[in-house]
């Protein structure tokens, strides 16, 4: 158990919709990542919070949004859906942003776009 | 610059046989190299990590060797087991202001 909480762990929902993804790192972790991993895929950085400030952007559509709260826990919020959303949607968190320490995943959200 | 190239795309080896996972970077900002190993269904989990000041870092049956003026390191897998069937990660991150690189993940497959 890496300590990183990510809820709901499977969701299926229908095209245009809109879902939020929950993320809780593990306890004194101030930087929390998202990921998104497509079927036989890699992990395809999204974006980056450290203490409730946006810290880096990646390959994350408009359609996306993400934020981090005062306690730290992040959502990463999935609008106006397509089928090609469908994918594991990992959190990750760390120490501190700009350290050489490593980053510890979740179990990961399945989304699934029917 | 920001990528991390990784090879083979999968690999079958004997059980007891030896698996080796290569990687490449560009960046020479990159400091840190950790690898991760990810079961179906399963969040990545840290395996081995290594710092470019050192050569080679072992742990268990798990060895990083490092070549700093070739960018590249490489993940051995000694007596390798079925249950070392998984898709194995590695990464690369600098030290102040960049995030993780992945490479694109090899997918072991160990015969009993």
Known sequence: DSGVTQTPKHLITATGQRVTLRCSPRSGDLSVYWYQQSLDQGLQFLIQYYNGEERAKGNILERFSAQQFPDLHSELNLSSLELGDSALYFCASSEVWGAGNTIYFGEGSWLTVV | QQQVKQS?????????????INCAYENTAFDYFPWYQQFPGKGPALLIAIRPDVSEKKEGRFTISFNKSAKQFSLHIMDSQPGDSATYFCAARGDYGQNFVFGPGTRLSVLP
């Not at chain 2, 083979?8 to 080796?20: H, N, R």
């Open chain 2, 8 to 20: 083979p795309q999968s690999l079958i080896v004997q059980k007891g046989g030896i698996s080796i």
